[in-house]
């Protein structure tokens, strides 16, 4: 029960600086995600297209319009929710280390165990490594990104059609 706080700030430590190393192979992370999704290409097909659209006659620009707004909503969301869950994870592992010794104290007690201490390990093993789980996705996400032109060079041509409004993406 003396060493709960102890023991948990360990965890919190090895989960904080996992998230550091993440976060450091993704320094400057926006001008990558803005470079590497070419969101300005996105915006600027649609835009050009919606005149085509109306001489034309097509929905082809309507279509990809729709796809590049789902698109930036589904980003727009993700960083959001990233931001929201890191600004609870605080709070939140604070409350469960305070609570830390009544875990402990659950486990000596075998009707209390599944209660108290499975459900504290639960808890505060999901909110420490949530994070840096997050921040592995996002740095893969931005590695891939970052290649994605050395991994187009290994598809043949008829894969990937230079004209569509996804390939640019």
Request: aromatic content about 18%; glycine content about 6%; hydrophobic content about 55%.
């Amino acid at each position: 029960i003396y060493f709960s706080l102890v023991i948990g700030q360990y965890i919190t430590d090895i989960s904080n600086g996992l998230t550091a190393i993440f976060l450091r192979q993704i320094q400057n992370s926006t001008s990558t995600f803005a470079d590497g999704l070419q969101i300005s290409k996105i915006i600027t097909y649609g835009q050009q297209n919606a005149t085509l659209t109306i001489v034309n006659g097509t929905i082809q620009a309507l279509l990809a319009g729709i796809f590049s707004l789902v698109f930036l909503v589904i980003v727009l969301f993700v960083f959001l929710a990233m931001f929201v869950f890191t600004l609870i994870r605080i709070p939140i592992l604070w409350f469960l280390l305070i609570f830390s010794p009544v875990a402990w104290a659950g486990y000596v007690l075998p009707n209390l165990r599944p209660h108290t201490w499975q459900k504290w390990w639960h808890e505060f093993l999901g909110w420490n490594f949530f994070l840096p789980l997050y921040t592995f996705f996002l740095m893969f996400a931005v590695m891939f990104i970052r290649g994605k032109d050395r991994l187009a060079a290994n598809f043949p041509p008829s894969v990937i059609d230079p004209s569509s409004p996804i390939a640019s993406i």
